[in-house]
């Protein structure tokens, strides 16, 4: 299965290249006969991909990672999204035993003090029910974009993720902020209220501030820490890296 899978990066870089969003769905799900997942925040980059999902009606299970820390405006946008398009998305919730370790050992808050808590909070409220969420898929489809940060620039549109064993499909690798902004707008998709009040990158609510101008996008995740820490451990392999296909094959 690996190495059947490995032989599509290729190819399906090349489809990507040239593709409009829908498009690159749509190969996607021609070129793979197993089990794809959407990961969704409900950030604007993921509204775009539920929306184009829509469109093309591609058989992908649409999943989010609900950390029991997400702002009001989430769940409300997750509503909208669902009822607009006539879809469920199903929620993964962090195991109570774990979250109930966690508290016990750190605090309620106890990511604030320290980048391993930070990262034991992450691990517990997203990392494991990611594994959960991905557990048979043969594909990972993201809303990473290259430009949101330096660890992400590498990723390219496809990637071999050895770790997990499964393709990861960045559709929207190439589009700049802008870019996903107006193609919500011309095609109305819903969106989070809070991008409007400078919140740009949306996570738990806690880890979560509105920008200030001319402050990258990602200022407003984990604010406290260094600009090289701010991965919450979903996108990056065990040794700190967003992987690269070449990598992995090598």
Known sequence: MSESLLSLVEPLNAAFASATLPD??????????????????????????????????????VVTLDTGR?????????????????????????????????????????????????????EVRKVEPLARALAGAQVWVTGLRGDQNAHRSNAGFIEWDAQRGLLKANPLFDFSRDDVVAYTKANEVPV??????????????????AIEPGEPERAGRWWWESEDKKECGLHVSAEGRVSREKEAAQ
């Not at 799900?29 to 991909?49: H, N, P, W, Y």
């Not at 006539?86 to 604030?112: S, T």
């Open 70 to 122: 997400l702002f009001p405006e989430t769940y409300e946008l997750w509503q909208r999204t669902e009822e607009k398009y006539a879809l469920r998305i199903k929620a993964l919730y962090p195991e109570a035993r774990a979250v109930e370790a966690l508290i016990a050992d750190q605090g309620i808050n106890g990511f604030y003090y320290g980048l391993d808590m930070r990262k034991a909070c992450c």
């Open 24 to 61: 690159r769905l749509r190969a996607l799900r021609k070129a793979v006969a197993g089990r794809i997942v959407f990961t969704t925040s409900l950030g604007i980059e993921d509204q775009a991909i539920i929306h184009a999902l829509a469109e093309t009606k591609a058989d992908v299970d």
């Open 192 to 209: 989070n209220a809070l991008h409007e009040k400078g919140f740009v990158s949306i996570g738990c609510a806690p880890c979560t501030r």
